[in-house]
């Protein structure tokens, strides 16, 4: 698989998160943590033997992780 096609693979569980809350006439929060979670498992599936792509999910699942933590404190 080439990294375009790796990048693609990785970056469509976010365009359909996108798709899904934007779609809502009125998004729900309760939407939200099943989105984010459904997005960092997909950053965590799949080993790639590009170093760059796994650097990428690495970052993605980290800064999500984050988010996650700060939105179980607020």
Known sequence: ?????ELCKILKPFQECTKSIST?????ISLVRPLLTHMMSECRSGISSNPS?????VT???DLEKRSVKMLIC
Do not use: A
């Not at 809502?24 to 729900?28: A, C, M, R, V």
């Not at 792509?53 to 999910?57: D, F, V």
């Open 1 to 5: 698989m080439d990294i375009v096609e």
């Open 24 to 28: 809502e006439s009125s998004s729900s």
């Open 53 to 57: 792509i796994h650097e990428l999910k």
């Open 60 to 62: 993605i699942r980290n």
